[in-house]
């Protein structure tokens, strides 16, 4: 079992930045890659960005050039730094984990809001 708990969203004008966190516990080490979801009002949820336990990085089109995705093993926590927002961005921010241990398991967090607005 893993439990997740995201943290640092909020309102932001356009423009602006974030720094979400997302904090890992429990069965830490079965841990293999660490995505970013996002799920705008009347949308679908979609991925923004995730990392591996190598350290390979990948980020949805959306948002490449923007927001930057970095792990800290020794904290277990992922970070999502948001920057130059826009209201598009605007969405409640998922953190999942992937799992691989005799079979696999997705694990998430309840979400933190982002709003941008001015």
């Known amino acids: 079992q893993v439990q997740l708990v995201e943290s640092g969203g909020g309102l932001v004008q356009p423009g602006g930045s974030l720094r979400l966190s997302c904090a890992a516990s429990?069965?830490?080490?079965?841990?293999?890659?660490m995505t970013w979801y996002r799920r705008a009002p009347g949308k679908e949820r979609e991925w923004v960005a995730f990392?591996?336990?190598?350290?390979?990085?990948t980020y949805a089109d959306s948002v490449k050039g923007r927001f930057t995705v970095s792990r800290n093993t020794a904290k277990n926590t992922m970070y999502l730094q948001m920057n130059s927002l826009k209201p598009e961005d605007t969405a409640v921010y998922y953190c999942?984990?992937?799992?691989?241990?005799?079979?696999?398991?997705?694990?998430w967090g309840p979400g933190t809001q982002v709003t941008v607005s001015s």
């Open positions: 999942n984990a992937f799992t691989v241990t005799l079979t696999t398991s997705n694990y």
């Open positions: 429990g069965n830490i080490f079965s841990i293999d890659t």
């Open positions: 990392i591996t336990s190598g350290g390979s990085i």
